[in-house]
């Protein structure tokens, strides 16, 4: 019979009948000491730890004691302490940071590891020099199974903050830490509560591996206050896993007290349904052991084809027998390659369904075995004939038509002179594929042999006529070609191309009489003309149908439109060429003072009054007019004395009028815009 190590400590899961003793902490194999120091602190204060360490069990227990520096990483401890505590022992460790690791002023947290669970608590406390140990004021803490750290999404709580505004007039004040007790990263949220559960305020911190820290509410929550103020402590993302702790001290005497993190529910037997108090393991079927004290011990009992080891529980070798396999239940997947030889295999039982397609090849048949009965009817095709096998005697008179001759294969020696009339050629029969390259030669076709209906459709490609093609005639039309699609260039009826890179043109029309070259009709509604260029398919110019031209840039913008209706040009910018590039207006106007109307002028300007600046305010349409860009002259109109300025705002021309006395006034002006080159 083999165990298979269920173990139960009694000393914390299982209460028997009758009095027991009652812990406030829980035994581990690893657990933490979330806040421990000695030296001296604020003012006149010098701090120490004690540390209890009881093993409850019937063994040693090695312990390794690794003491985590406050505020920093300490993935590889350098401070260690290593004890061995007898079976039932209590160990006392008196100002531990000191005696236990040698630093004279070091705060932080202990991790301690053991091969046995262990009860462990210490007390931190301030004793000032001369005083007694009954003069010291501190705390205790418990320490926390490793397994007890939140993850990543828990949480746990600490209540007991009190905290009121002013900080130094409070009655208590409140200090809270973390521990990270896996050796990764971690990101917490620290969330404060009323006592209504009203977030009030939040904070977040990143620790690194077994990192200890420690805060003071004061300084983290400025401005929050409150007497009954609730921590939510929340573990929002890393691999690391965190111990959180509270401590709530009287503002006169620093009395302070613990507040431990709440336990998930899931870690208690109270949390679980049908929970409650263990008095007993009793070994179920299959199971020996058992009992209602101390530690208790389940073995599974060896049965037929079973093994069971110490840590493991199997199907000994050859326990699966004939009797174990259901009906059905050894399936295709569950047979290994190669597993299923010809022994296994009845005689007779392959049938054909059996066979993969393909799985019979030549070795597998016995020689003579496939007689003319065993062919069906069409099975020999070509890959079953040798190279050669057929020759002349093979093919009966006739048999082979133009279909059986193999595309490009008559060549001009395999013809005598003369022998390829007309009557000899179906119509239609013979295809461009057929006719291999130069075996038509003249002296094969008689004279005026060929005709229309001894060419298939298609038959004669580009590469079968001359280049060049000369098409002369008379007074009739010479080349006429007409085509029903709507396909855009590739549909065209006419299409010329060529592909040189260097100077060539793909198309030339002359002529010597006195009508036009070239004549256009659209008898639609689409453009006369168009023409592309090089900017990714959009057209350079077109001719509309009623003689309208307009010309585009590269972003296929209209730059030039010549109006064949209304005889206007409209252009984008018209320059005088040889007078330094000047260009003409771009706007013009006469505004009428009184009240911005422009009563003549060009349709881009517009105008209004600002009575706060008192200026005229124009808009010039298409334009961001900024006076050192454009050339405005303004000229008043009327028989008083006035003079203009100009400037602009916002994009806009702006003219102030001005009276002899410099008065800005209202007035009728006239004005005329250039934009510079």
Not at 160 to 171: L, R
Not at 237 to 254: E, H, I, K
Not at 561 to 583: C, E, I, K, M, Y
Request: charged letters at 15%; one cysteine or more.
């Amino acid at each position: 019979m083999k165990s298979l190590g269920i173990c139960i400590s009694v000393l914390v899961l299982i209460w028997v009948a009758g009095p027991s003793p009652a812990f406030a902490s829980f035994s581990g194999t690893e657990v933490y000491l979330a806040s421990v120091g000695g030296g001296p602190g604020q003012g006149d204060s010098q701090w120490y730890t004690t540390i209890w360490v009881h093993n409850p069990t019937a063994s040693p227990a090695l312990v390794q004691f690794s003491f985590l520096h406050r505020n920093q990483s300490n993935p590889a401890p350098a401070d260690i302490f290593n004890d061995t505590v007898p079976p039932g022992d209590t160990r006392r460790y008196d100002n531990a940071v000191k005696t236990m690791f040698g630093l004279d002023s070091a705060f932080g947290a202990i991790k301690a590891v053991s091969d046995q669970r262990l009860l462990v608590s210490s007390r931190i406390f301030n004793l000032p020099a001369g005083s007694e140990d009954r003069d010291s004021v501190g705390q205790f803490f418990a320490a926390v199974p490793a397994e007890f750290a939140i993850a990543a999404g828990q949480v746990t709580e600490l209540l007991g903050v009190y905290q009121t505004e002013p900080a130094d007039d409070s009655q208590f004040r409140y200090n809270y830490g973390f521990v990270e007790t896996v050796g990764g990263n971690a990101t917490v949220r620290v969330t404060a509560y009323n006592s209504d559960g009203v977030s009030l305020a939040t904070q977040a911190y990143t620790l690194g591996p077994f990192e200890p820290r420690q805060y003071a509410f004061k300084n983290q929550f400025s401005g929050v206050s409150g007497i009954n103020i609730r921590l939510s402590v929340e573990l929002v993302s890393g691999s690391g896993r965190v111990v959180a702790f509270g401590s709530g001290l009287a503002n006169r005497s620093n009395d302070p007290s613990t507040f431990e993190m709440s336990f998930r529910d899931d870690l208690l037997a109270g949390g679980q349904p049908g929970g409650g108090t263990i008095t007993g393991v009793t070994a179920g079927m299959g199971l020996t052991g058992g009992g209602s004290t101390g530690d208790v011990t389940l073995d599974i009992g060896e049965g037929a084809g079973i093994s069971v080891g110490a840590n493991s529980v199997a199907i000994a070798n050859g326990g699966v027998t004939t009797e174990k396999v259901a009906n059905n239940a050894v399936t295709g997947v569950k047979i290994a390659a190669d597993a299923v030889s010809s022994t296994k295999i009845a005689d007779g039982t392959i049938a054909t369904a059996d066979l993969a397609d393909g799985a019979v090849t030549t070795k597998k048949i016995e020689n003579g075995a496939v007689g003319a009965v065993k062919i069906e009817d069409g099975a020999i095709i070509r890959a079953k004939i040798a190279d050669g096998a057929v020759n002349g005697a093979k093919l009966d008179a006739d048999s082979v038509s133009s279909s059986h001759i193999i595309d490009g294969q008559v060549h001009v020696e395999d013809l005598g002179f003369g022998s390829v009339t007309t009557a000899k050629i179906e119509d239609g029969t013979i295809l461009e594929a057929d006719i291999a390259s130069g075996a038509i030669t003249t002296e094969k076709i008689r004279n005026l042999d060929v005709t229309t209906n001894d060419l298939a459709n298609g038959a004669v490609n580009g590469s079968k006529i001359a280049v060049p093609l000369t098409v002369s005639g008379g007074a009739t039309t010479v080349l006429e070609l007409s085509n029903s699609s709507s396909g855009g260039i590739p549909g065209s009826t006419l299409r010329a191309i060529n592909s040189t890179t260097g100077g060539g043109i793909a198309g030339y029309l002359e002529t010597a009489g006195t009508d036009a070259t070239l004549v256009v009709e659209n008898n639609g509604t689409g453009n006369l003309i168009k023409a592309f260029g090089g900017n990714g398919g959009n057209e350079e110019f077109h001719v509309e149908n009623n003689g309208t031209i307009r010309q585009y840039d590269s972003s296929h913008s209209n730059t030039i439109t010549l109006d064949a209706n209304s005889g206007r040009g409209t252009f984008r910018d018209l320059r005088v060429s040889g007078h330094a590039d000047a260009t003409l207006p771009i706007a013009y106007a006469f505004i009428e003072g009184s009240n911005a109307d422009v009563r003549s002028g060009t349709s881009n300007v517009s105008c209004t009054w600002n009575a706060a600046g008192e200026r005229y305010e124009i808009t010039i349409q298409g334009e961001s007019y900024y006076y050192r860009d454009y050339q405005t002259t303004v000229n008043t109109a009327g028989s008083l004395a006035r003079f203009a300025v100009t400037n602009s705002s916002g994009g806009k021309l702006v003219v102030a009028i001005f009276d002899l006395a410099g008065n800005k006034v209202k007035n009728d002006f006239q004005f005329v815009t250039f934009k510079g080159p």
